[in-house]
């Protein structure tokens, strides 16, 4: 497996509202807020030293999912989900009008 395709364990930290990854000693994170059946992704951060491995979109289709599982509208704050979106049409129905 090459390090572009590497499947790695996103997992949600509720307490700190965000989706995370971690690889050694560095964490990857999509940050949201949510009220009701509103969620809302203002930000991925990935360090320089993960960056080019397909860690952000591994956050941002963790995120999508959940939002779709639990019926939740998307507000794509962070112009990363937004960019993973437009390139991802099966999430379009999920973004709030």
């Not at 019926?71 to 129905?93: D, M, N």
């Amino acid at each position: 497996m090459t390090p572009q395709s590497e499947k790695l364990e996103v997992r949600q930290n509720i307490s700190a509202n965000r989706f995370e990854v971690q690889v050694e000693n560095h964490i990857a994170v999509l940050n949201y807020s949510q009220h009701g059946n509103i969620i809302t992704f203002t930000h991925t951060g990935v360090p320089a030293e993960l960056e080019g491995r397909g860690i952000g979109s591994q956050l941002a289709h963790a995120g999508l999912e959940y939002a779709r599982e639990n019926t939740f509208k998307v507000v794509p704050l962070c112009w990363f989900v937004a960019g993973y979106i437009e390139r991802h049409p099966e999430y379009q129905s999920l973004v709030k009008a």
